[in-house]
């Protein structure tokens, strides 16, 4: 059974930071891409982050790039997106995801796998 478990969401004050992590089981991810999406009540959810298997690829959104870093373990089947300078507006559940190599990074359709999300609360 293939598992995404997301770990290291939280509160924090404006400004701070949080790394989270996504650990996969189940299976290799070998030619996977991975990404972090995002989804705010009331709101569609939304792409954060991208990173391919090599990790020579990646992409931001842009209300995140330079604040956000992706990064993934290959050996340790781990994703993990290393969040700074956080704002309130970055309140969201947190989701990450796997996709084949060359499906739609921008799709939440072209993601096979799902976490269950974990929670960032971000107060003012």
């Known amino acids: 059974q293939v598992q995404l478990v997301e770990s290291g969401g939280g509160l924090v004050q404006a400004g701070g930071s949080l790394r989270l992590s996504c650990a996969a089981s189940g299976r290799t991810f070998s030619s996977y891409a991975m990404g972090w999406f995002r989804q705010a009540p009331g709101k569609e959810r939304e792409i954060v982050a991208d990173?391919?298997?090599?990790?020579?690829?990646?992409y931001y959104a842009a209300s995140v790039r330079g604040r956000f870093t992706i990064s993934r373990d290959n050996a340790k089947n781990t994703m993990y997106l290393q969040m700074w300078s956080l704002k309130p507006e970055d309140s969201a559940i947190y989701y990450c995801?796997?996709?084949?190599?060359?499906?739609?990074?921008?799709?939440?359709?072209?993601?096979?796998?799902w976490g269950q999300g974990t929670q960032v609360t971000v107060s003012s």
């Open positions: 995801a796997a996709r084949p190599a060359g499906s739609n990074r921008f799709q939440t359709a072209g993601y096979e796998y």
């Open positions: 990173i391919s298997w090599s990790r020579g690829d990646t």
